[in-house]
């Protein structure tokens, strides 16, 4: 049986000692070592599966020293359990408790994840707060997403849109910038995650890119259930397949707060042309994309949609 050992290694490492492994680190990457003689492939595992962990992939069960390799990854809290497995799916050491992860760069504590005051499926979590690159604390993420939530739900679109959805929600700090925001779920739990990148979260006046628009874009995403068949039309808007029913509902969103609408998914960030614009430009967007409304209604179900329809919007091509 293979087993973990602590990183600095002791001298007879290949003598099982550890039971609880702590993660002393500022920056929360941590070097987990195994001690397994032989050449075979391994990979570690952590049992809740949660998508903030990480590899750091060319440290995947690197050789180390004779007998022993080691991991670099990134994401783990206090109460995970990690073990190791060979190439065909074997367990091969124990599972190990990590009793401590020092990482939370404002209070020098492990950041515990915190339930939205007005939704409580809904959870901020500021674990990924650990790489040192960024100056954001926990308690300061936690709070700036909470607000931006609340501003959410306090609108008839992103409360229906929120309502929507069951099953428990993590929105979490993600350093993997170029990305934008990411939706994901967890095929184990279920849960769904939305991914706030540090750009996400500092965002801009520019349309759709307050964090509020990011965060009811992201749930707009699991309410159609990531639906990507939506078609370009050529009118000169592009949504990458996937992004019809993101953008036009968090538009319809928008301006209810008399926010500037955006274009599409192509051209990032920018305005609406002129020609949808106002109640004229409502309707000919809406009968420009009725085949798209229409897999919309399919993707969202009737009930959503009539509602999303009925919501009072200064735009709204819902029809
Ligand atoms: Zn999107």
């Known amino acids: 049986m293979a087993h973990f050992v602590a990183d600095p290694e002791p001298s007879d490492y290949w ?18 070592n195994v001690w397994h003689p032989g050449a075979a492939a391994v990979t570690l595992r ?3 599966g949660h998508p903030r962990f990480r590899f750091f992939p060319n440290d995947r069960g690197k050789p180390h020293k004779s007998g022993l390799r080691r991991f670099v990854v990134e994401g783990l809290i206090t109460g995970d359990q990690i073990a190791v497995f060979d190439g065909i799916g074997n367990q091969i050491t124990a599972w ?14 492990v950041p515990s994840s915190h339930n939205s005051r007005i939704k409580p499926h809904v959870t901020i979590d500021p674990f990924g707060l650990n790489s040192g690159n960024y100056p954001l604390d926990g308690s300061k993420f936690v709070a700036k997403v909470d607000a931006a939530f609340g501003r ?16 428990n929600v993590i929105i979490l700090f993600s350093e993997k910038n170029n990305i934008g925001s990411h939706v994901d779920e967890n095929p184990k739990t279920g849960d769904k995650t939305i ?7 500092i965002g801009s006046n520019k349309p759709g890119d307050l964090l509020d628009e990011t965060i009811i874009h992201e749930f707009a995403h699991h ?15 592009g949504f990458h397949k996937q992004d019809f029913f993101s953008i036009t509902a968090t538009n319809v ?9 955006r274009k599409d998914w192509v051209t990032g960030v920018s305005p609406m042309p002129q020609k949808y614009l106002g109640s004229a430009g409502e309707v000919k967007f809406c009968h420009a994309h009725r085949g798209n409304f229409g897999k919309v209604r399919t993707a969202i ?10 919501a009072d919007a200064p735009w709204n091509p819902f029809d």
Request: charged share 20%; no cysteine.
């Open 301 to 310: 179900g009737a009930p959503l949609f009539n509602s999303i329809e009925l």
């Open 96 to 109: 190990l408790r990590i009793s401590a992860v020092a990482i939370d760069k404002g209070t020098g504590a």
């Open 195 to 201: 991914q706030i990148t540090y750009d996400d979260f």
């Open 223 to 237: 309410v159609d259930g990531w639906f990507s068949d939506y078609d370009d039309i050529g009118d000169g808007l």
């Open 152 to 167: 959410v739900i306090a609108n008839p679109i992103g409360s229906l849109i929120v309502n929507a959805l069951s099953g």
């Open 46 to 48: 952590v049992l809740s």
């Open 15 to 32: 003598v099982p000692k550890i039971s609880t492994l702590a993660i002393p680190s500022k920056n929360g990457k941590a070097k987990i």
């Open 253 to 261: 969103y928008a301006s209810i707060y008399r926010r500037p609408l």
